[in-house]
C-alpha cells in the first residue's frame, strides 16, 4: 500500500485539491443560499433552499473533516521521524 501511494502521489494531491477546491466553491454557495432565505416567502422554495444547505453543508464538513486528519497525520508522521532519528543518536 505505501508503494502505491509513493507511486501515485501526485495524483492523489490533485485530487485533494479538486476536493478542497469543491468544498469552498460549496461553502459560497452555501452562504448565497442563507442570504436567500431571507428574502424568500415560499415554504416550497425554503425547503428546497434547506435541503440544498444541507447538502452543501455536509460535504463542506466531510472536506474539513478530511483536511484535519491529514495535518494530524502528517504531524503523526513527522514526529515518528523525529522519535526514530532521536532514538539512533
Known sequence: MINTLKKYWFFLLIALIGINYA???????????????EHVESEQVIRKLKQKDFLYMLFI????????????FFL????????????KK
Do not use: C, N, T, Y
Open 61 to 72: 464538513d466531510a472536506v474539513l473533516i478530511l483536511d484535519f486528519f491529514l495535518v494530524l
Open 23 to 37: 468544498g469552498f466553491h460549496l461553502l459560497g454557495e452555501s452562504i448565497g443560499i442563507s442570504d436567500a432565505l
Open 76 to 87: 503523526f508522521i513527522a514526529g515518528r521521524k523525529i522519535v526514530q532519528l532521536i532514538i
